[in-house]
């Protein structure tokens, strides 16, 4: 229903983004410069997310109606380019002044652009430490991976300043747009991206679901930080962020959190706006938003410490001489249970043929639950086929659950009876060989974002450590 809310609205919303004013007048000068070349004026235009989706659109249609691979970066596009075009689609574009010179909107869209060059800040920081070439590809990609509330904001600025006051108030994820837009930004910037033909790149960043390719992952990470960052540095959210984050990039959590910071404060500095508020500002105005200690549940405290701990315990077990693949899935089933407090934990593995899954270990497991007896076909059509397509995950919450329960198979309902849960398909390599399945059925506290980030990074982690193993040993015994 969210995909054709999606579609619904940008049928009847989909208009020319107008280039900032700031970047419009900047390609204008150097178009002028004769000692200036197209790569001066690709980084111009790169940095404009208006003047990036007119570029790829020309491009890249022409370029998919005859056959050819689309290009991936606002440099490649423009060599394929002559002078004279490149001048045309430089001076016609519309200017934000000149579309939109309504005061409150022109400022959201700043404070929007504010966020999405501190994304490329921070995303800077991690490509180096990943390693990474094909930098223009990247920071292309990454400029337009908010397309979705770019539009939302230029196009319906009454919703998106609802949607904004809902975000300050709660300081939920791009999700909470749901109430007011009937979809979720991420939602919209995918089909947007079909439609005028961005890069592949883009679209991949906005999976909903953690990527496979680093370069996209890196981009979500960036705009997770990025995005929590817009209401504070010290919540919940923010804090799994972080360690998510310093995980997935092999460092130390206080060493991270503090280059985070640094990054912030330079993203200010070099900011062209002078009226926006940089996530830098909230390092000062909102440590006292954190909740007094005496105050705070002690399931919260748990939940921050839990995700770097099982980090060091995975890290811990992979150095003793003769680490096993059993050990490793213990570890992670405990840590559901015992750190994230999720208290149904369920892990099953593929038969060797891949057509069903069976429970192999668990834990919160009742002795006598049809849940120790588990066996699910996997070769017909349901949701838990497709996760098993690639490594991705789903929580699938209690007012969503009709969406959903048609395409699961019968013998999972029969056996786990409650309708708000995670799944997540785990992988050796390239092979998917089982799934998680986590709730807290009979708990007062329901599951929410902090722990479903945690899980993801959880099972994400030990899908890497089995597969270091695999290189030595078998992937674990399939039934």
Known sequence: MTEQAASSWLSSHHEIVPALEIFHRRALETLEDHTKTVRDLADIISLDPGMSVSLYHEVNSRLCDSGKHPVESVHSALSL????????????????????????????YHQLMSRTFHLLAQLERFITLQGIHSIYEVRSAAVLHNIGEFCACLFDHEHYRQYQDKFRALGSDANSAKPVFGFDFHELGRQYAAKSYLPELVTDSLDENIPSGRKARLIQLAADVSHQAEVGWYHASMKATEEVCAAYLNQSLDGFHKHLHAVAIESARNSPFDDVLPAATRLIMLPDREAPAQTKPAIADDLEAGGHEFENRVKALLQTAQPTQSQL???????????????????????????RLGTRAGRGIDQHSPIKTLVIDVNKASVLKTLLGKPQSLWIESDEYQKYEA?????????????????????????????????????????????????KSAVTLASKALTYLSKRKRPPAAQ
């Not at 010179?101 to 022109?106: I, K, L, N, V």
């Not at 405990?334 to 099953?348: G, K, P």
Request: hydrophobic share 45%.
């Open 81 to 108: 380019l002559g002078d004279s075009a490149i001048a045309d689609l430089v001076m016609q574009h519309k200017v934000l002044d000149q579309t939109h010179p309504d005061a409150r909107r022109r400022q959201s």
């Open 329 to 355: 899935l213990d570890l992670l089933l405990n840590h559901m249970h015992d750190d994230l407090h999720l208290t149904r934990v369920v892990l099953m593995l593929l038969s060797k043929d891949k057509s």
């Open 407 to 455: 395409a699961l198979p019968a013998s999972f309902k029969s056996s786990f009876l409650h309708e708000s849960f995670f799944l997540m398909s785990l992988f050796v390599g390239n092979n998917p060989v089982g799934m998680l399945f986590c709730d807290r059925a009979h708990a007062v506290t329901r599951l929410e974002k902090v722990t479903y980030l945690k899980f």
